[in-house]
């Protein structure tokens, strides 16, 4: 099923069923297409590992609000809070401790989250309107391009994708940048939009 971005009231009500309803969601966010749905839902993760056959030890990131942040995460770290004070919200992830109490399919190994805090509408209507944190990687298979229109998620992925959310192309730029601060200094595990010489400006952060 595919609806447009603004929603109606009645695209908003639909919206809230397929993500009540532990669907696949495609959406855009302010660099490329997404593929998520609610975080909360193992059958959601496992869904998404297999539509684009990504390693298990690849964990999956989460699309958030500051609210959900305080819920999902913790820190004692004045640098953290610069980052989102300066990048959030942005196309800046950061990889930070999660609390012990969440689902096991959310925590990898390392007892780790990798969170964003979109400047994407369409993604920051989503977890309102879903009420939950958002699974929010790349909606393509692993290897293949990244999409930058609804058509493009439709060709790749077909018929595996629940709901298709049309917001017209988007910029096509470079994914997120993924911070681990967990690290001493932190360190950039994907290099994104947000380059090292602007992190650096904030806090150290090495390549």
Same mark, same amino acid.
């Given at each position: 099923?595919?609806?447009?971005?603004?929603?109606?009231?009645?695209?908003?009500?639909?919206?809230?069923?397929?993500?009540?309803?532990?669907?696949?969601?495609?959406?855009?966010?302010?660099?490329?297409?997404?593929?998520?749905?609610?975080?909360? =839902?193992?059958?959601?993760?496992?869904?998404?590992?297999?539509?684009?056959?990504?390693?298990?030890?690849?964990?999956?990131?989460?699309?958030?609000?500051?609210?959900?942040?305080?819920?999902?995460?913790?820190?004692?770290?004045?640098?953290?809070?610069?980052?989102?004070?300066?990048?959030?919200?942005?196309?800046?992830?950061?990889?930070?401790?999660?609390?012990?109490?969440?689902?096991?399919?959310?925590?990898?190994?390392?007892?780790?989250?990798?969170?964003?805090?979109?400047?994407?509408?369409?993604?920051?209507?989503?977890?309102?309107?879903?009420?939950?944190?958002?699974?929010?990687? =790349?909606?393509?298979?692993?290897?293949?391009?990244?999409?930058?229109?609804?058509?493009?998620?439709?060709?790749?992925?077909?018929?595996?994708?629940?709901?298709?959310?049309?917001?017209?192309?988007?910029?096509?730029?470079?994914?997120?940048?993924?911070?681990?601060?967990?690290?001493?200094?932190?360190?950039?595990?994907?290099?994104?939009?947000?380059?090292?010489?602007?992190?650096?400006?904030?806090?150290?952060?090495?390549?």
């Amino acid at each position: 099923m595919l609806i447009n971005y603004p929603f109606s009231r009645k695209s908003e009500h639909i919206v809230s069923e397929y993500i009540s309803g532990n669907q696949i969601l495609a959406f855009p966010t302010e660099t490329i297409y997404g593929l998520g749905g609610n975080a909360f =839902s193992k059958n959601v993760v496992d869904r998404i590992f297999s539509i684009k056959d990504r390693p298990r030890n690849k964990p999956l990131p989460l699309l958030i609000t500051t609210e959900w942040l305080h819920r999902l995460c913790k820190w004692n770290d004045s640098r953290i809070n610069n980052l989102i004070e300066v990048f959030w919200p942005g196309p800046l992830t950061l990889i930070l401790e999660c609390k012990h109490d969440l689902p096991e399919h959310l925590k990898n190994n390392s007892g780790t989250l990798a969170v964003r805090f979109s400047s994407s509408h369409a993604v920051q209507r989503l977890v309102e309107i879903g009420e939950c944190p958002i699974i929010g990687t =790349s909606a393509n298979r692993s290897g293949f391009p990244a999409c930058s229109s609804a058509k493009k998620v439709e060709t790749q992925l077909k018929d595996q994708v629940d709901l298709v959310i049309d917001g017209g192309e988007t910029s096509g730029n470079l994914v997120s940048t993924i911070v681990n601060c967990l690290t001493e200094p932190f360190k950039i595990v994907r290099n994104g939009i947000i380059s090292s010489t602007d992190l650096n400006q904030i806090c150290e952060v090495q390549q």
